[in-house]
């Protein structure tokens, strides 16, 4: 089977920098409220001469204060110095990795907090076997 999707129909079409035109998104998940996705935007912007242009979304109100054009171009400068993906969205990447202390102390706040809410917790031997080799 053949996947495809927005962002592949376009990837032929585009060269680096440009976008596809603005959508006004319909999604209806039903997880959050249909009111914010009617706030929300929708562009393809080619970020890297080779692959697939990126799904892009904004507020609405930068649609309708004419300025989301300003805002994709901070995001391709962004990407000229992320060599494709928006330097920040990097960093913030890399920074945000939990380490083993930061699972283990997030384990024992969640233990604790499962004790004392009276919410019986079973962990899978796998894991036990996992937490006990680390």
Do not use: H
Not at 30 to 52: G, M
Not at 99 to 109: L, N, S
């Amino acid at each position: 089977m053949v996947r495809s999707s927005d962002a592949l129909l376009l990837r032929q079409q585009m060269q680096w920098g440009d976008r596809s035109r603005v959508y006004f998104c319909s999604r209806n998940d039903e997880v959050i409220d249909n009111d914010y996705y009617e706030q929300v935007c929708i562009t393809y912007l080619k970020t890297t001469r080779d692959n697939a242009p990126a799904r892009i979304e904004f507020p609405r109100w930068l649609y309708e204060d004419n300025t989301y054009e300003w805002a994709l171009d901070i995001v391709r400068a962004e990407c000229i110095v992320g060599l494709g993906y928006p330097y920040p969205l990097e960093t913030a990447d890399a920074t945000a990795v939990l380490t083993m202390q930061d699972r283990e102390r997030f384990q024992r706040m969640f233990q604790q907090f499962a004790e004392r809410e009276e919410i019986p917790l079973q962990f899978s031997r796998k894991s036990m076997s996992k937490r006990g080799r680390r």
